[in-house]
Antibody, heavy 120, light 107 residues
Framework: EVRLVESGGALVQPGGSLGLSCAASGFAFKTYAMTWVRQAPGKGLEWVST????????YYADSLKGRITISRDNSKNTLSLHLNSLKADDTALYYC?????????????WGQGTMVTVSS | DIRMTQSPSTLSASIGDRVTITCRASQNISTWLAWYQQKPGKAPSLLIFKASTLESGVPSRLSGSGSGTEFTLTISNLQPDDFATYYCQQYSTYSRTFGQGTKVEVK
Protein backbone atom coordinates (compact mmCIF):
# COMPACT_ATOMS: atom_id res chain seq x y z
CA GLU A 1 0.00 0.00 0.00
CA VAL A 2 1.30 3.43 -0.98
CA ARG A 3 1.44 5.52 2.18
CA LEU A 4 2.71 8.84 3.48
CA VAL A 5 2.80 9.58 7.21
CA GLU A 6 3.75 13.02 8.49
CA SER A 7 5.07 13.74 11.96
CA GLY A 8 6.73 16.48 13.94
CA GLY A 9 3.91 18.96 14.24
CA ALA A 10 3.80 20.81 17.56
CA LEU A 11 2.91 23.97 19.44
CA VAL A 12 5.80 26.40 18.95
CA GLN A 13 6.42 29.92 20.17
CA PRO A 14 6.74 32.75 17.64
CA GLY A 15 10.30 32.96 16.40
CA GLY A 16 10.90 29.29 17.04
CA SER A 17 11.91 26.48 14.70
CA LEU A 18 10.46 23.11 13.86
CA GLY A 19 11.28 20.08 11.77
CA LEU A 20 8.60 18.06 10.03
CA SER A 21 9.04 14.57 8.62
CA CYS A 22 7.15 12.44 6.15
CA ALA A 23 7.72 8.68 6.04
CA ALA A 24 6.99 7.09 2.70
CA SER A 25 6.23 3.44 2.02
CA GLY A 26 4.86 1.21 -0.72
CA PHE A 27 6.59 2.87 -3.68
CA ALA A 28 10.06 3.62 -5.07
CA PHE A 29 10.53 6.82 -3.08
CA LYS A 30 13.73 7.97 -4.77
CA THR A 31 12.06 8.07 -8.19
CA TYR A 32 9.40 10.59 -7.16
CA ALA A 33 9.52 14.29 -6.51
CA MET A 34 7.79 15.23 -3.27
CA THR A 35 5.87 18.30 -2.16
CA TRP A 36 4.72 20.03 1.01
CA VAL A 37 1.36 21.78 1.02
CA ARG A 38 -0.17 23.55 4.00
CA GLN A 39 -3.68 24.54 5.02
CA ALA A 40 -4.41 27.11 7.70
CA PRO A 41 -7.50 26.37 9.82
CA GLY A 42 -10.64 26.95 7.76
CA LYS A 43 -8.61 28.15 4.75
CA GLY A 44 -7.53 26.83 1.38
CA LEU A 45 -4.48 24.93 0.22
CA GLU A 46 -1.10 26.64 -0.12
CA TRP A 47 1.85 25.11 -1.93
CA VAL A 48 4.99 25.30 0.24
CA SER A 49 7.88 23.47 -1.41
CA THR A 50 8.86 20.71 -3.86
CA UNK A 51 12.01 18.62 -4.13
CA UNK A 52 13.11 16.40 -6.99
CA UNK A 53 13.61 12.67 -6.56
CA UNK A 54 17.38 13.05 -6.40
CA UNK A 55 17.09 15.93 -3.96
CA UNK A 56 19.16 18.19 -6.19
CA UNK A 57 16.37 20.52 -7.30
CA UNK A 58 14.39 22.39 -4.66
CA TYR A 59 11.58 24.90 -5.09
CA TYR A 60 10.09 27.18 -2.45
CA ALA A 61 7.07 29.45 -2.21
CA ASP A 62 8.27 33.05 -2.46
CA SER A 63 6.38 33.93 0.72
CA LEU A 64 8.38 31.37 2.69
CA LYS A 65 11.76 31.47 0.96
CA GLY A 66 14.58 31.98 3.42
CA ARG A 67 12.65 30.52 6.32
CA ILE A 68 12.15 26.96 5.15
CA THR A 69 14.39 24.13 3.94
CA ILE A 70 13.19 21.00 2.22
CA SER A 71 15.32 17.85 2.14
CA ARG A 72 15.05 14.13 1.71
CA ASP A 73 16.88 10.97 2.71
CA ASN A 74 16.30 8.39 0.00
CA SER A 75 18.04 5.70 2.05
CA LYS A 76 15.37 6.12 4.71
CA ASN A 77 12.42 6.97 2.44
CA THR A 78 11.93 10.18 4.38
CA LEU A 79 11.03 13.72 3.37
CA SER A 80 11.71 16.64 5.70
CA LEU A 81 10.76 20.29 6.05
CA HIS A 82 12.54 22.63 8.43
CA LEU A 83 10.77 25.83 9.38
CA ASN A 84 12.54 28.80 11.00
CA SER A 85 11.44 32.13 12.45
CA LEU A 86 7.91 30.85 12.82
CA LYS A 87 5.01 33.31 12.83
CA ALA A 88 1.36 32.98 13.79
CA ASP A 89 0.56 32.89 10.05
CA ASP A 90 2.49 29.61 9.77
CA THR A 91 -0.16 27.89 11.88
CA ALA A 92 -1.50 25.19 9.58
CA LEU A 93 -1.88 21.53 8.81
CA TYR A 94 1.17 20.53 6.77
CA TYR A 95 0.67 17.79 4.19
CA CYS A 96 3.34 15.91 2.30
CA UNK A 97 2.37 14.65 -1.13
CA UNK A 98 3.90 12.65 -3.95
CA UNK A 99 4.29 14.32 -7.34
CA UNK A 100 2.74 12.10 -9.94
CA UNK A 101 5.46 12.22 -12.59
CA UNK A 102 8.60 14.31 -12.96
CA UNK A 103 8.90 17.51 -10.98
CA UNK A 104 6.08 19.46 -12.60
CA UNK A 105 2.91 17.45 -12.13
CA UNK A 106 -0.09 16.98 -9.90
CA UNK A 107 0.11 15.31 -6.49
CA UNK A 108 -1.44 11.87 -6.54
CA UNK A 109 -0.76 10.58 -3.03
CA TRP A 110 -1.23 12.62 0.16
CA GLY A 111 -0.53 12.04 3.81
CA GLN A 112 -3.01 12.96 6.53
CA GLY A 113 -1.03 15.98 7.66
CA THR A 114 0.75 17.17 10.79
CA MET A 115 -0.42 20.25 12.70
CA VAL A 116 1.86 23.17 13.43
CA THR A 117 0.56 25.78 15.85
CA VAL A 118 2.54 28.97 16.41
CA SER A 119 1.45 30.74 19.56
CA SER A 120 2.86 32.17 22.75
CA ASP B 1 3.28 34.07 -9.19
CA ILE B 2 0.42 32.85 -11.32
CA ARG B 3 -2.88 33.62 -9.64
CA MET B 4 -5.68 31.05 -9.83
CA THR B 5 -9.25 32.27 -9.38
CA GLN B 6 -12.11 29.86 -8.88
CA SER B 7 -15.79 30.61 -9.21
CA PRO B 8 -18.14 30.34 -7.58
CA SER B 9 -16.80 30.16 -4.02
CA THR B 10 -19.88 28.22 -2.95
CA LEU B 11 -22.30 26.27 -5.06
CA SER B 12 -25.63 24.91 -3.80
CA ALA B 13 -26.90 21.89 -5.68
CA SER B 14 -29.14 18.83 -5.44
CA ILE B 15 -28.56 15.16 -6.10
CA GLY B 16 -28.70 14.54 -9.85
CA ASP B 17 -27.72 18.09 -10.81
CA ARG B 18 -24.98 18.97 -13.25
CA VAL B 19 -22.54 21.45 -11.75
CA THR B 20 -19.66 23.38 -13.24
CA ILE B 21 -16.74 25.02 -11.44
CA THR B 22 -14.52 27.47 -13.27
CA CYS B 23 -10.83 28.13 -12.67
CA ARG B 24 -9.05 31.04 -14.35
CA ALA B 25 -5.28 31.50 -14.47
CA SER B 26 -3.68 34.95 -14.53
CA GLN B 27 -1.45 33.80 -17.41
CA ASN B 28 -1.23 30.97 -19.93
CA ILE B 29 -0.59 27.61 -18.23
CA SER B 30 -1.33 25.41 -21.27
CA THR B 31 -3.00 22.34 -19.76
CA TRP B 32 -0.83 22.12 -16.64
CA LEU B 33 -3.80 22.05 -14.30
CA ALA B 34 -5.08 19.64 -11.68
CA TRP B 35 -8.34 19.37 -9.76
CA TYR B 36 -8.59 18.02 -6.23
CA GLN B 37 -11.47 17.14 -3.95
CA GLN B 38 -11.27 17.65 -0.20
CA LYS B 39 -13.76 16.54 2.42
CA PRO B 40 -13.81 17.91 5.98
CA GLY B 41 -11.00 16.52 8.10
CA LYS B 42 -9.45 14.68 5.16
CA ALA B 43 -6.49 15.19 2.90
CA PRO B 44 -7.08 16.38 -0.66
CA SER B 45 -7.57 13.74 -3.32
CA LEU B 46 -6.47 14.06 -6.95
CA LEU B 47 -9.34 13.97 -9.44
CA ILE B 48 -7.95 15.27 -12.72
CA PHE B 49 -4.51 16.14 -14.06
CA LYS B 50 -3.37 17.76 -17.29
CA ALA B 51 -6.68 19.62 -17.33
CA SER B 52 -8.78 16.71 -18.56
CA THR B 53 -7.23 13.35 -17.65
CA LEU B 54 -9.17 11.48 -14.99
CA GLU B 55 -7.11 9.94 -12.21
CA SER B 56 -7.57 6.19 -11.85
CA GLY B 57 -10.68 5.31 -9.87
CA VAL B 58 -12.39 8.67 -10.34
CA PRO B 59 -15.96 8.29 -11.60
CA SER B 60 -16.60 9.25 -15.22
CA ARG B 61 -19.38 11.65 -14.19
CA LEU B 62 -16.50 14.05 -13.42
CA SER B 63 -14.77 15.74 -16.31
CA GLY B 64 -12.32 18.55 -16.86
CA SER B 65 -11.70 20.80 -19.81
CA GLY B 66 -9.89 23.93 -20.87
CA SER B 67 -6.48 25.20 -21.80
CA GLY B 68 -4.54 28.42 -21.58
CA THR B 69 -6.23 30.48 -18.91
CA GLU B 70 -9.74 29.08 -18.52
CA PHE B 71 -10.67 25.68 -17.16
CA THR B 72 -13.78 23.90 -15.94
CA LEU B 73 -14.60 20.96 -13.73
CA THR B 74 -17.99 19.47 -14.45
CA ILE B 75 -19.82 16.96 -12.31
CA SER B 76 -22.78 15.34 -14.02
CA ASN B 77 -25.50 13.60 -12.02
CA LEU B 78 -24.27 14.89 -8.67
CA GLN B 79 -24.02 12.15 -6.04
CA PRO B 80 -23.90 12.38 -2.20
CA ASP B 81 -20.16 11.63 -2.29
CA ASP B 82 -19.58 14.75 -4.40
CA PHE B 83 -20.48 17.27 -1.68
CA ALA B 84 -17.04 18.59 -0.84
CA THR B 85 -14.61 21.41 -1.57
CA TYR B 86 -12.80 21.45 -4.90
CA TYR B 87 -9.47 23.10 -5.67
CA CYS B 88 -7.67 23.72 -8.92
CA GLN B 89 -3.87 23.90 -9.00
CA GLN B 90 -1.51 25.02 -11.72
CA TYR B 91 1.87 23.35 -12.08
CA SER B 92 3.13 25.27 -15.07
CA THR B 93 5.78 27.09 -13.07
CA TYR B 94 7.96 26.25 -10.08
CA SER B 95 5.45 28.03 -7.86
CA ARG B 96 2.43 25.77 -8.10
CA THR B 97 -0.49 27.85 -6.92
CA PHE B 98 -3.94 26.69 -5.88
CA GLY B 99 -7.27 28.33 -6.42
CA GLN B 100 -9.13 29.45 -3.31
CA GLY B 101 -11.56 26.54 -3.46
CA THR B 102 -15.22 25.95 -4.32
CA LYS B 103 -17.51 24.36 -1.78
CA VAL B 104 -20.32 22.26 -3.24
CA GLU B 105 -23.08 22.11 -0.67
CA VAL B 106 -26.54 20.62 -0.42
CA LYS B 107 -29.27 22.90 -1.70
Amino acid sequence: EVRLVESGGALVQPGGSLGLSCAASGFAFKTYAMTWVRQAPGKGLEWVSTISGSGISKYYADSLKGRITISRDNSKNTLSLHLNSLKADDTALYYCARVRMGVYDACDVWGQGTMVTVSS
Amino acid sequence: DIRMTQSPSTLSASIGDRVTITCRASQNISTWLAWYQQKPGKAPSLLIFKASTLESGVPSRLSGSGSGTEFTLTISNLQPDDFATYYCQQYSTYSRTFGQGTKVEVK
